[in-house]
């Protein structure tokens, strides 16, 4: 194993078992993720706890995208590379982020991806990003959506120490995002949609918002009994 992905290994037992101890962590549906090649994690995003917490659904390495200034401390831009995170410029245009994203999937890594686009609040999953759908569509890859109970109460903006509040997460069934045959390339082609309509990456990032609502709404039920 090589030495990152020691660190990751070592860094994923310590927060998911202090997340296990402190915040009660359990997880449901673990058996909807799959065990190898690359997939899309979406989860829902209500707290920084949610990075961690979700390091429970699988021992593989995650990937997330990470602002390029976290890397400006040379020793805690080692650490964060082990954890799995990837910088990308804060004014980097979207099409590059895409592409770092394609390399990650390309590299036959999980994927994290919060399709909120930022951390919301309230108990009502809105306005997801297109990016999950469009990327699942033009790599060929699984959308595994993931609801986060409890983790907004754990640790809320403006608060820098977590409260012992139960986080329970339910993990969907994977969903593929369907691109009309003719306009398909195929996995051996690499990319499946050159031009995916409108109306289809509406559609596939609506089937996710509705599933990550069902989701969020089972895991806070089950956070707070």
């Given at each position: 194993m090589?030495?990152s992905l020691?660190?990751?290994?070592?860094?994923r037992?310590?927060l998911?078992?202090?997340?296990r101890?402190y915040h009660r962590?359990?997880?449901?549906?673990?058996?909807?993720v799959?065990?190898e090649g690359p997939?899309i994690?979406?989860?829902?995003h209500?707290?920084?706890?949610d990075t961690?917490?979700?390091?429970?659904v699988t021992?593989r390495r995650?990937?997330y995208?990470?602002k390029?200034e976290?890397w400006k401390?040379?020793w805690?831009?080692?650490?964060?590379?082990?954890l799995?995170?990837?910088?990308?410029h804060?004014d980097?245009t979207?099409?590059?982020a895409?592409r770092?994203?394609?390399a990650?999937?390309d590299?036959?890594?999980?994927?994290?991806?919060?399709?909120e686009?930022t951390?919301r609040?309230g108990?009502?999953?809105?306005?997801l990003?297109?990016?999950a759908?469009?990327?699942a569509?033009?790599t060929d890859?699984?959308?595994?959506p993931?609801?986060?109970g409890?983790?907004?109460?754990?640790?809320?903006k403006?608060t820098?120490?977590p409260?012992?509040v139960k986080i329970h997460?339910v993990?969907?069934?994977?969903?593929t995002?369907?691109?009309?045959?003719?306009?398909?390339?195929?996995?051996?082609?690499?990319?499946?949609?050159d031009?995916?309509?409108?109306r289809?990456?509406h559609?596939?990032?609506?089937r996710?918002?509705a599933e990550?609502?069902?989701l969020?709404?089972?895991?806070r039920?089950?956070a707070?009994?």
């Amino acid at each position: 194993m090589k030495p990152s992905l020691i660190f990751y290994a070592v860094a994923r037992a310590a927060l998911v078992g202090w997340c296990r101890v402190y915040h009660r962590l359990t997880v449901e549906g673990k058996d909807n993720v799959p065990t190898e090649g690359p997939y899309i994690l979406a989860p829902v995003h209500r707290s920084i706890v949610d990075t961690f917490a979700v390091a429970v659904v699988t021992k593989r390495r995650l990937r997330y995208m990470g602002k390029e200034e976290l890397w400006k401390v040379r020793w805690f831009g080692r650490i964060i590379d082990a954890l799995g995170a990837f910088p990308v410029h804060r004014d980097a245009t979207d099409r590059e982020a895409f592409r770092r994203c394609v390399a990650v999937i390309d590299g036959g890594e999980p994927l994290v991806l919060f399709p909120e686009g930022t951390r919301r609040s309230g108990p009502t999953v809105t306005d997801l990003r297109e990016g999950a759908a469009y990327l699942a569509a033009r790599t060929d890859v699984p959308i595994v959506p993931v609801g986060i109970g409890g983790s907004e109460m754990a640790l809320p903006k403006g608060t820098r120490f977590p409260r012992p509040v139960k986080i329970h997460l339910v993990v969907g069934e994977p969903q593929t995002v369907k691109v009309a045959a003719e306009r398909s390339g195929g996995r051996g082609s690499g990319r499946r949609a050159d031009r995916l309509s409108r109306r289809e990456l509406h559609e596939a990032t609506e089937r996710l918002r509705a599933e990550l609502q069902t989701l969020f709404d089972e895991a806070r039920a089950r956070a707070a009994r």
